[in-house]
């Protein structure tokens, strides 16, 4: 027996379903997603929602205001809405237009499903007190958008007390949620290390200082802090992603950089490998004569769920959607999301998982140039969503 929220869900989804494959036809990338933030601003305007001008090229921050009387507080919601450089190759009679563009990883249904939960809530409002922000993020591929909507004042005027998203999750069936309390996806970090020798002809090594050489150690010495210096409990991953020296067969280069990415989910541990990477790898270079430069570029913190708001989460995936339907997730991920820029400055928040696998069918990759995001998902996010802010939101 479908829930009075699903029933409401599901009685929009041709408009979900419209909505999404337009979108899923009109990708853009991200910081650049100029027609989808005009999309948005006409579809919440069309529904009567407030709009606020924010100093931002793309990205859009809707308010409802609850008519109910009760405590202001003041509860946001999260899509983000840009896109990926991959070319689709679904064959989809809604596939990208946009060459080169795809909706790879499912935004386009975030986007979706918060404009189908400000449309229910928008026809509720004397059902819930206090104010619903709707931030639809720009450039969450990128890493930039979160900070860029932070810096816009999205949380601010009046201040969020709670922030919720989701995201597509084809590892769990569509009609089910997937939950994780505590830290859930690790921070993201980017290090670049210059190894400076003294190049020469390579019929004679020994008159050079070699950065290739050195380099090549440093790699392998770099990839032990993980092995020999963090506790084997701790979640980390260090990875060397590039490295690029020289111009000839036949000639020592005088400089070396390679590159890579730092994940964490503890900060107390991230805070740690700068100081970790610079002793060893200074060391290491130092012992062929050469020195080298880091810089080491913190990006985004790791995304720590309250275990609170994951509850209230759970709650509401039970109302909306019957018991058995909230799946705990098997472990945390080693991948990032930007999300956590908000739950930086709003920690009483959660991210959780939407399924979007069809029932029988095999995974299927986000990432992947053969993506798509299930319908039948769409009007089962909005229900979660819709239930959790009437039940926090009436309290």
Known sequence: MSSEILTKALSIKDYLTQVRRHLHQHPELGMKEYET????????????????????????????????????????????????????????????????????????????ILLGVAKLLNSMRDKFSGTIKLIFQPGEETLLGAKSMV???????????????????????????????????????????????????????HRSRDPLLAATYAVQAVNTIISREVDAADKVAISVCTIHGGTAFNIIPEEVVFTGTVRCHDNTVRNSIKEKMERIVG????????????DYEYGIPPVVNHPEVIKLVSQAADQALGENHVIQLDRPVMGSEDFSCFL???????????????????????HNDHFDFDDDALPVGVAVLTQFVLNKNQS
Request: proline share 7%; with cysteine.
């Open 283 to 294: 060391g290491v270079v130092a012992a062929f004569g050469c020195g080298y430069e880091l």
């Open 344 to 366: 930086e400055k709003v920690p009483y928040g959660a991210f959780f998982r939407l399924g979007v696998k069809a029932k029988g069918a095999e995974e299927m990759r986000v």
């Open 151 to 205: 810096a816009a004042g999205v949380l601010e005027n009046p201040p969020v007390d709670t922030i919720v998203a989701l995201h597509a999750w084809p590892q769990i069936e569509v009609g089910t949620i997937g939950v994780w309390p505590g830290p859930y996806m690790a921070s993201a970090d980017k290090f670049t290390f210059k190894v400076f020798g003294g190049g020469g002809h390579g019929a004679y090594p």
């Open 37 to 112: 933030t005009a999309f948005i601003h006409k579809e919440l305007t069309a529904m009567g929602i407030e709009v606020v001008p924010i100093k931002a090229d793309t990205g859009v921050l809707g308010i409802i205001q609850g008519e109910k009387p009760g405590p202001a507080t003041v509860t946001a919601l999260r899509a983000d809405i840009d896109a990926l450089p991959i070319l689709e190759k679904t064959g989809l009679p809604y596939a990208s237009k946009n060459e080169g563009v795809m909706h790879a990883c499912g935004h386009e249904g975030h986007t979706t």
